[in-house]
């Protein structure tokens, strides 16, 4: 059968409005396409190819776990998810593990748990959830009301209660709405879809003291900033605030589906038998994979490429900027990187990310006016050097009409 993308319209629920190019095949931080054209991949699948495409360690995992045993329900115990388990909690804060199989079920997850945890602890009374304008935690529905962008959770029917906005970085504000009967606060360590905006120290310290004050558990989505994006294996690391639960995804399973929540051993307590779960959550397979992926990003080598290939990134997109003078400022961490548009070209971020098609580059976007870059943490010095250089001939197709 020939796949095009016109078949994509005749077959697929219009949520999506994918690309022309039809991507066939991946090796480290290069694509190719079906007609063979070559892309440099600045993307990664949203921060979810963390070792790039085809790892031989995440082959390796993939096959011989494949040949093993697949899935197994959570009334089996198994290998690989205690391993990754033990892993995950040897490296951080956390004492106890959950897996789901994507960022939206692991903070779904973290969010019932709260919800629990404040009934069992506190009485019925301790329900608020506090989260930020613009965060995203993912399209359940219980995650998308606490993200805060309402055009993704409008429009649904009756939405799940108690749970308020503020700015992020905003101090005051937040201030002004925490109080005992709050049960968790839901934050980004770093904003990624929200626009790659960093917390203030004073304002992720701030939020820590405050939920404490007020008995509030401190919920840490690091579905796009964790295992190794922002240079820290979890960006909570970098920024000296040990969240009550932590969330990661997307680049834990280095491309195969794997999500996870992360607490401690007394909040865990309060989610006994019987009250959550997930038929595929902790499969054998994607724990093998994830497993591999974990060992190999949680290594001084791979996180400390990380902070180099930063500064080669922003070295040369400031150097773009000198040229073509696009750009207000390059900000985030590691390699979740935000080129942000100045006045002139506001609001026109997709037009870069065509124009990188176009000349063999895969980009992203995070909202109209930033262009976004979360390659593999791994890239090849080479391929930042020749993917900036069709990211340059992409910015001046922009700038020249
Ligand atoms: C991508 C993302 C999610 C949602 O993850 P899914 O795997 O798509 O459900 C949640 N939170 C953040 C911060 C994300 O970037």
Redo the contacts with the bound molecule.
Sequence with gaps: MQVTRELFNDVMVPNYNPSEVIPVRGEGSRVWDQTGKEFIDFAGG??VNCLGHCHPALVNALKTQGEKIWHLANVMTNEPALRLAKKMTDATFAEKVYFAN????A?EAALKLARRFALDVYGEDKTQIIAFNKG????TFF?VTVGGQAAYSDGFGPKPAAIDHCDYNDIAAFEALISDKTCAVMM?PLQ??GGIVSPTAEFAQKVRQLCDKHNALLIF?E??TGVGRTGDLYAYQGLDVIPDILTS??ALGGGFPI?AMLTTTEIAAHLKVGTHGSTYGGNPLACAVAEAAFDTVNSSSVLAGVKEREQLFRTGLMAINEKYHVFSEVRGKGLLLGAVLNDTFAGRARDFLVAGINHGLMSLVAGADVIRFTPSLVIPIADINEGLARFEKAVADVVNG
């Design positions: 949203i921060a994507s960022g939206a079920e903070n995203f935690h993912g399209r995650t980004e990624g879809e989505d579905v796009q995804a997307k999500g």
